[in-house]
């Protein structure tokens, strides 16, 4: 899970739809931040591209219903 991508810092070196991109291949499963009107098409258009995978965001969710799974939100998984 990130940090808030919004922070000023971040905002020196990269635009917050890039950020988000790189959150996400560097291995991070949940992205906080308030820019997702911009980020989730941008993402969208990078798994079109082929430059961001399917199957990298099923990793993701994966390990998302995982852990719910075993904090016990969530009922069995089939």
């Known amino acids: 899970m990130?940090?808030?991508?919004?922070?000023?810092?971040?905002?020196?070196?990269v635009n917050q739809d890039?950020?988000?991109?790189q959150a996400i291949l560097a291995g991070n499963?949940?992205?906080l931040g308030s820019s997702y009107q911009t980020?989730?098409?941008?993402l969208l258009k990078k798994?079109?591209?082929g430059e961001?995978?399917?199957?990298?965001?099923?990793e993701s969710?994966?390990?998302?219903?995982?852990w719910k799974y075993d904090l016990g939100?969530?009922?069995t998984l089939q």
């Open 18 to 21: 890039e950020a988000a991109l």
């Open 39 to 42: 980020q989730i098409p941008y």
């Open 2 to 13: 990130t940090d808030d991508l919004d922070m000023a810092g971040l905002a020196d070196f």
């Open 73 to 75: 939100i969530l009922g």
């Open 61 to 66: 969710v994966r390990r998302i219903l995982s």
């Open 52 to 58: 961001l995978t399917e199957e990298r965001i099923d």
């Open 29 to 31: 499963d949940l992205i």
């Open 47 to 49: 798994v079109s591209s």
